[in-house]
């Protein structure tokens, strides 16, 4: 999108224009799109992470039960 200056409100001579304006709205949409792209890639190593821990489960702790109260 251009950003064109003219004269007068109806119409009128144009005064100049900007072929490198971003409207606010496509500023905000661009930001919309990374913090949703953002929120996927941490959904997705949420899941690899829980597939690795279901894949690598920890061996049980020979210590685990050495602190424990025998009442």
């Known amino acids: 999108m251009r950003s ?3 004269a007068d409100m109806v119409g009128g001579p144009t005064l100049g224009e900007n072929p490198f304006y ?3 709205n496509q ?3 661009l ?6 792209g953002n929120f996927a ?5 949420k899941t690899r ?9 920890l061996e049980p702790d020979e ?3 050495m602190w424990k109260d025998d009442e």
């Open 22 to 24: 971003v409207s606010p």
């Open 41 to 45: 890639k941490k959904i997705k190593a």
């Open 63 to 65: 210590f685990a039960d």
């Open 4 to 6: 064109i200056l003219i």
């Open 31 to 36: 930001e919309k799109s990374n913090k949703a």
């Open 49 to 57: 992470r829980k597939m690795h821990d279901l894949s690598d489960p």
């Open 27 to 29: 500023i905000r949409a």
